[in-house]
């Protein structure tokens, strides 16, 4: 049994006067995670619940030993965190469980900046418990077309990703995203189909990847120092992948919606992004993130 990290607030843990108990989440429970996202309607692959379950800590609330509801947390070094993945069975809705979980997942985070992308019927209850909107997600979808190259300035180009690249990319995103994610982004490379660097003079400057995820393949993350230079990383991924199913997830603030809409990745949600705690820092000359891996791990 691959159990993560336990939780303090669970030690001796009893059921609930409800008979729901919480426990930390194995890798047993994945085919019942699995389940409960599908009925949601979520996209999520088995594989995409293992890929991200690796490097998180996660709860389930079960009862009689039937599984109904799910929430995760990551850990990205001693002072951040994400949650996602925050699920409850819609018959056990309005019951306080997601309140339960919630409350046990922020155990032992107090000192942490924690990030979560809510949905709208989940953002009263992150409210309750301290966050604060700081922006919002636009999710994009749809079968991507032959996309246009952008052209880029002279002494900048893209490239496929080198073999011994990963440190300097795992720098990239820690700017960009605000907390350190070395072991993710060496993951994902990994298990991304393509990964196309933004380079000047020989220099990283940005990066983006096309993995499968879901109901095909997602763009992201997506790092770069300005629109016109992410549009060249989501044009040239996006043609890679032309006809087929495409999503990625951006920041609302990119300006990149009318352009995807253009190339026929539509918008269909618009998760608000939320932080407990000191908000994200940047380096002055950082880069920014366009687009996030998942809604999950930010």
């Not at 380079?199 to 990847?209: L, P």
Request: aromatic residues 6%.
């Amino acid at each position: 049994m691959h159990l993560k990290s336990p939780f303090s607030a669970l030690e001796n843990a009893a059921p609930a006067d409800d008979g729901v108990l919480l426990r930390p989440m194995t890798e047993a429970d994945l085919p019942s995670a699995h389940a409960l996202s599908a009925e949601l309607r979520w996209p999520h692959r088995p594989t995409d619940w293992e890929q991200v379950f690796a490097h998180s800590e996660g709860l389930v609330a079960e009862r009689d030993g039937q599984i109904l509801a799910t929430a995760q947390r990551w850990r990205w070094g001693p002072a951040h965190a994400t949650i996602g993945l925050v699920i409850v069975t819609p018959a056990c809705q309005g019951r306080r469980i997601g309140h339960r979980l919630m409350t046990t997942l922020l155990g032992g985070l107090e000192d942490c900046t924690v990030l979560l992308h809510a949905t709208a019927e989940g953002r009263g209850l992150y409210e309750r418990l301290g966050f604060v909107r700081t922006g919002e997600v636009r999710q994009h979808q749809g079968v991507a077309q032959p996309t246009p190259l952008i052209a880029l300035p002279s002494g900048w180009r893209l490239r496929p990703a080198g073999q011994n690249e990963a440190a300097a990319l795992q720098q990239l995103d820690t700017d960009a995203r605000g907390m350190p994610r070395p072991a993710l982004i060496e993951d994902l490379l990994a298990q991304a189909d393509a990964c196309v660097v933004l380079d000047h003079d020989g220099t990283q400057q940005g990066f983006a990847m096309l993995r499968r995820f879901g109901r095909g393949h997602a763009i992201g993350p997506v790092v770069a120092p300005d629109a016109e230079s992410a549009k060249a990383l989501i044009a040239h991924l996006a043609g890679m992948n032309a006809g087929h199913f495409t999503r990625i997830d951006i920041d609302f603030d990119s300006g990149l919606a009318e352009w995807l809409e253009s190339i026929g990745l539509l918008r269909v949600d618009a998760p608000t992004t939320m932080v407990r705690g000191t908000p994200l820092q940047h380096p002055a000359d950082a880069p920014k993130l366009f687009a996030i891996v998942t809604q999950a791990v930010g």
